[in-house]
């Protein structure tokens, strides 16, 4: 790596932060297994702790591979009225056709414009039951057809998994996934009900982000033991289906999956520029946590134009 490029970065960065276009909290790269590269934004350090917002999505969807492995899901082409009983009293008898494989590649069918409004998103955090909330959406299109980004998809998996192993998930996550990586930051919200807040909710320092991708990286594997199936990993991580066919790639199973100058990668991505990158090719790990609710993309820039632009 070119660390003058890295040191211009970081300064790069500094000034950015002095105006209004975006600030960038924390940047942490690994390389190797290394740590690389570190940056914070003054009053934060490397204890921090940051909300990453839809990069929870990432981590729910590994924890469902890992239920899988144990036996507390059957397949991923359950129907979610398997798991979830009030699907059945829906009066649309259409949506217990939804399997968990149409929630992992957001492809329900549910009425559901999070990406392009804020109307349906303000409506389902103040509602008093949210699982209920998001049965009760219109199904405008037929399960697995049409891929629409749904924190309310995620939201119904954390559900899923909370009904199969008895645990809400951040129990589970914390006997299965945080504690084997010795994530200790990780806090996690849930709704009026206890459900763990699976698509947004997940609060943790940047290195700890990191270890995640590590591990991902890693095909699963966190010093000598296998966390998560290495299969569902490569499934996870190929896409499914083309997402909005924008810049942000295509969509596998939670991970966003794109290639950036000639380098695959897949990433976990959350609102406001929180980013996982995880770079096989490179042997990389890039965790970025910043705020620009108004140009989330500006955080990935960095990353694909400057530490990119860094291997030597």
Same mark, same amino acid.
């Given at each position: 790596?070119?660390?003058?490029?890295?040191?211009?970065?970081? @300064?790069?960065?500094?000034?950015?932060?002095?105006?209004?276009?975006?600030?960038?909290?924390?940047?942490?790269?690994?390389?190797?297994?290394?740590?690389?590269?570190?940056?914070?934004?003054?009053?934060?350090?490397?204890?921090?702790? #940051?909300? #990453?917002?839809?990069?929870?999505?990432?981590?729910?969807?590994?924890?469902?591979?890992?239920?899988?492995?144990?036996?507390?899901?059957?397949?991923?082409?359950? $129907?979610?009225?398997?798991?979830?009983?009030?699907?059945?009293?829906?009066?649309?008898?259409?949506?217990?056709?939804?399997?968990?494989?149409?929630?992992?590649?957001?492809?329900?069918?549910?009425?559901?414009?999070?990406?392009?409004?804020?109307?349906?998103?303000?409506?389902?955090?103040?509602?008093?039951?949210?699982?209920? *909330?998001?049965?009760?959406?219109?199904?405008?299109?037929?399960?697995?057809?049409? *891929?629409?980004?749904?924190?309310?998809?995620?939201?119904?998996?954390?559900?899923?998994?909370?009904?199969?192993?008895?645990?809400?998930?951040? @129990?589970?996550?914390?006997?299965?996934?945080?504690?084997?990586?010795?994530?200790?930051?990780?806090?996690?919200? &849930?709704?009026?009900?206890?459900?763990?807040?699976?698509?947004?909710?997940?609060?943790?320092?940047?290195?700890?982000?990191?270890? #995640?991708?590590?591990?991902?990286?890693?095909?699963?594997?966190?010093?000598?033991?296998?966390?998560?199936? @290495?299969?569902?990993?490569?499934?996870?991580?190929?896409?499914?289906?083309?997402?909005?066919?924008? &810049?942000?790639?295509?969509?596998?199973?939670?991970?966003?999956?794109?290639?950036?100058?000639?380098?695959?990668?897949?990433?976990?991505?959350?609102?406001?520029?929180?980013?996982?990158?995880?770079?096989?090719?490179?042997?990389?790990?890039?965790?970025?946590?910043?705020?620009? $609710?108004?140009?989330?993309?500006?955080?990935?820039?960095?990353?694909?134009?400057?530490?990119?632009?860094?291997?030597?």
């Amino acid at each position: 790596m070119d660390r003058a490029a890295l040191d211009a970065l970081h @300064e790069f960065m500094r000034q950015d932060n002095a105006g209004s276009e975006s600030r960038v909290y924390s940047m942490v790269t690994v390389k190797d297994g290394v740590i690389i590269d570190e940056f914070y934004h003054d009053g934060y350090d490397a204890e921090s702790t #940051f909300p #990453f917002l839809s990069c929870s999505k990432s981590v729910t969807g590994t924890l469902i591979g890992i239920a899988i492995d144990h036996g507390y899901i059957n397949s991923i082409d359950d $129907p979610i009225s398997k798991y979830i009983e009030k699907v059945n009293e829906q009066t649309d008898t259409r949506k217990r056709d939804i399997t968990i494989k149409d929630l992992l590649t957001n492809t329900s069918g549910l009425d559901w414009d999070e990406w392009n409004s804020y109307s349906v998103w303000n409506a389902f955090r103040s509602a008093p039951k949210w699982v209920d *909330f998001i049965l009760g959406r219109d199904l405008v299109y037929a399960p697995g057809e049409h *891929f629409t980004y749904s924190t309310g998809n995620t939201h119904l998996l954390s559900a899923v998994l909370q009904n199969a192993t008895g645990k809400n998930q951040l @129990e589970y996550a914390k006997e299965v996934l945080l504690e084997p990586l010795g994530m200790e930051s990780v806090t996690w919200g &849930a709704d009026p009900q206890g459900i763990t807040d699976g698509g947004n909710g997940i609060v943790m320092t940047a290195r700890d982000g990191a270890r #995640f991708g590590q591990m991902c990286l890693q095909n699963g594997s966190w010093e000598g033991r296998q966390i998560v199936p @290495e299969e569902w990993l490569k499934e996870s991580t190929s896409p499914k289906n083309g997402g909005y066919g924008d &810049a942000n790639g295509s969509y596998g199973y939670q991970w966003w999956i794109q290639s950036y100058k000639g380098y695959d990668m897949y990433y976990a991505y959350g609102f406001g520029g929180q980013y996982i990158f995880v770079v096989p090719k490179l042997n990389m790990v890039n965790v970025i946590t910043s705020s620009n $609710p108004d140009h989330s993309y500006r955080a990935r820039e960095y990353f694909t134009e400057y530490v990119l632009d860094a291997v030597e």
